[in-house]
């Protein structure tokens, strides 16, 4: 089915650990980002991709780096976890136009202990 | 994007029309209304959005004041699948940087048997 792909679904990590959140999607969008979601509050931006080969902060990207490996991907990387981090991330891309709206992963729920 | 505000929580019967309101008095004419849902533990699913003409689509209908300042997302026959967290966003329509969404705190919808 088309859509946006995330791996892993769940991770734990300990602090001071590193890791790559990894996204793709295949419906030839042009623009990506990444969101994060903490209990009680809305989503917030972290890191966006508006085409193949940029990348620019978003609300909040201290403690993260992303990369826009080919039109189809969009990782996210803690270089070293920390329990603020814990969260629920987000990927979503979008038509360069935004005309029909921002498609969703189904998230990765991260724990850093 | 022009600041929303949405009442933080909301009750419908199973099939009635759910009617959820969106203030956005500071919309500006670049800008449409976009409408947004959140099943508990999902990503965020696009629902509909509007310039200034009403809007139907199969999941749902858009009404936009005449004067643009106010929304209503309306969901004819709720059923216990509604139950979610519905976000009002009012984001340009494409063009520069403005490809993020900036999500609030949405109105929490619970359908009632």
């Known amino acids: 089915n088309a859509g946006v792909t995330q791996t892993p679904k769940f991770q734990v990590l300990k602090t001071g650990q590193s890791m790559t959140l990894q996204c793709a999607q295949d419906?030839?969008?042009?623009?990506m980002y990444w969101y994060r979601q903490d209990p009680g509050m809305g989503l917030r931006l972290i890191y966006y991709?508006?085409?193949?080969?940029?990348?620019d902060k978003g609300e909040v990207p201290n403690g993260y780096n992303v990369s826009r490996l080919n039109k189809r991907e969009f990782s996210l990387r803690l270089e070293s976890a920390a329990p603020s981090q814990t969260s629920v991330y987000f990927c979503?891309?979008?038509?360069?136009?935004?005309?029909?709206?921002?498609?969703f992963g189904s998230g990765t729920r991260l724990t850093v202990v | 994007d022009a600041k929303t505000t949405q009442p933080p929580s909301m009750d419908c019967a199973e099939g009635r029309a759910a009617n959820l309101p969106c203030n956005h008095s500071?919309?500006?004419?670049?800008?449409?209304v976009y409408w947004y849902r959140q099943i508990h533990s999902q990503g965020p699913q696009y629902i509909i959005h509007g310039l200034k003409n009403n809007e139907t689509n199969e999941m749902a209908s858009l009404i936009i004041t005449e004067d643009r300042k106010s929304s209503t997302l309306i969901l004819p026959h709720a059923t216990l699948r509604d139950t979610a967290v519905y976000y009002c966003?009012?984001?340009?329509?494409?063009?520069?940087?403005?490809?993020?969404?900036?999500f609030g705190k949405g109105t929490l919808l619970t359908v009632n048997p």
């Open positions: 966003i009012a984001h340009p329509y494409s063009g520069g940087s403005n490809y993020k969404l900036t």
């Open positions: 419906m030839n969008h042009n623009s």
């Open positions: 991709s508006a085409s193949e080969g940029t990348t």
């Open positions: 979503a891309s979008s038509v360069e136009q935004g005309a029909y709206g921002y498609t």
């Open positions: 500071t919309i500006s004419g670049n800008e449409y």
